[in-house]
């Protein structure tokens, strides 16, 4: 009976998905899907696999071209993509797009640093380059909280060159970390220990101060110079927010989980903001993380945990203006480490579980298929609670039912998703770098 119900679920699913075969009309359906939409979160099922990020670039490539978005924001530290940022809307000294992403040399690298993500920043620095003056050009910009050691010097930089005084005021500041240098990890244990004072106060009090400046160059209506105060400030913001995010670490996953995801929604909601001020109003963004992040939390064994994420907080504020894409794999190979800090390996992605998600969509035989789920009465039995795998920086095939599945509701999670069934690792940009010392992981300590 079992066997039965799936068979027919396997034929329902067959029947409504939308076979991809690499044409131009590929995604109509999905586009037909977002609408005006504001926001589109695209997400993945891995960190290292390249049909992810081939087909997330040209999902976005047609939300650029067709639907007037104007900005990227992905799973990434703020200071590196901001330098991204700079080289495609030509404002660089970077002369090439390997260079403006030389910033991430942080452990994972290979998530930004790839020749997919590569090629697309060469085709969003032409589509800029392209556009007559004046008008809007898309932005590229990270949302993490890995970066408060750099964050903490960009603001320093920012106010060293406008203001030297207030640098010397936030220098004084800041100089309540610098018994752990770089270690922010030490900085959060000692604070929430009780070994050291928290450095809470001054860094709100630093993010006060550029509020407050910023307030006051909007009325001056000067964009080159917004920009960069927005850039400061932003900063400032992380600083505040991982200042709070390392001490919950000792508190347990979901406050810190929480914190950094919390983090990622605010830092989205103030880029639309200041892009509103920028240009047009209601302005579009799309956001590209893990499938962790993005598919809303209230439909996962996460949410039943406690846990919130960037889907749950985007799609409760924005409503039907948030469309949620999930990717799925059945098996293939993917670049991942075995530890943290490890050399990053291609290694076999192990066949779907029996009974998952990724089986189901193995079982129609279609390689490539998108499959809305948005008020689809006719899969109604995807509906059912079922496994679903997630792989991070890390892959551990030898523990992965306990170290990569979960469940969850899939239509209740995304408004669609794109099933690829046999996919290959990305290729990094640097094979076998050691990881940099200083910031901790990008996704420490969880493993997406």
């Not at 075969?21 to 586009?31: E, I, K, N, R, V």
């Not at 939300?63 to 104007?70: P, S, Y």
């Not at 630093?206 to 917004?226: D, G």
């Not at 669609?416 to 076998?432: E, F, M, S, W, Y």
Request: hydrophobic share 35%; glycine share 6%; aromatic share 10%.
């Amino acid at each position: 009976m079992l066997e039965a119900t799936i068979t027919n679920l396997v034929d329902a699913v067959r029947r409504s998905a939308y076979q991809l075969q690499g044409a131009t009309t590929d995604y109509d359906p999905l586009m037909n899907l977002i609408g005006n939409a504001r926001f589109v979160l695209i997400g993945e099922a891995t960190h290292g696999t390249h049909e992810f990020y081939k087909q997330r670039a040209e999902i976005t490539k047609r939300l650029i071209q067709e639907k007037g978005f104007t900005a990227v924001a992905v799973e990434a530290d703020w200071p590196d993509a901001y330098r991204v940022n700079r080289y495609v809307r030509g404002v660089s000294e970077d002369p090439t797009p390997a260079e403006a992403l030389s910033g991430f040399q942080s452990f994972p690298a290979w998530m930004w640093r790839n020749t997919d993500v590569l090629d697309f920043i060469g085709w969003l620095r032409e589509y800029n380059d392209a556009l007559p003056t004046n008008a809007i050009k898309v932005g590229f910009y990270g949302l993490d909280l890995y970066s408060m050691s750099a964050s903490m010097a960009e603001v320093l930089n920012y106010l060293d060159r406008v203001d030297p005084e207030a640098a010397q005021r936030a220098r004084y500041r800041y100089s309540c970390f610098e018994h752990f240098g770089e270690d922010s990890q030490h900085y959060g244990y000692a604070a929430s220990f009780g070994l050291t004072e928290s450095c809470e106060q001054e860094v709100v009090n630093q993010l006060r101060e550029l509020q407050a400046r910023t307030a006051e160059e909007i009325k001056n209506h000067n964009p080159v110079a917004a920009d960069e105060l927005f850039y400061a400030e932003q900063n400032a913001r992380l600083v505040k927010n991982a200042e709070v995010y390392y001490r919950s670490m000792f508190q347990g996953p979901v406050s810190s989980w929480n914190i950094r995801d919390r983090h990622m929604a605010e830092t989205l909601d103030q880029l639309a903001t200041h892009l509103d001020q920028q240009g047009k109003p209601s302005s579009k963004v799309v956001v590209w993380e893990h499938n962790s992040h993005l598919g809303d939390a209230r439909a996962t064994a996460m949410g039943r945990g406690g846990e919130v994420n960037v889907g749950q907080l985007v799609r409760e504020k924005y409503g039907h203006d948030t469309v949620l894409i999930g990717f799925s794999t059945y098996t293939g190979t993917v670049i991942a480490a075995s530890d943290w800090g490890a050399t990053p390996e291609l290694k076999l992605v192990r066949p779907a579980l029996a009974k998952s998600y990724e089986a189901i969509f193995h079982q129609t035989e279609i390689p490539q298929l998108y499959l809305q789920l948005r008020d689809r009465p006719e899969i109604a039995g995807l509906e059912k609670r079922r496994l679903e795998r997630a792989i991070g920086v890390i892959y551990r095939p030898e523990t992965e039912r306990i170290s990569h599945y979960f469940y969850a509701s899939l239509p209740e999670q995304f408004d669609a998703i794109i099933h690829i069934d046999d996919t290959k690792g990305v290729q990094p940009l640097d094979r076998n770098t050691p990881p940099q010392e200083g910031e901790p992981p990008e996704t420490f300590p969880f493993a997406v």
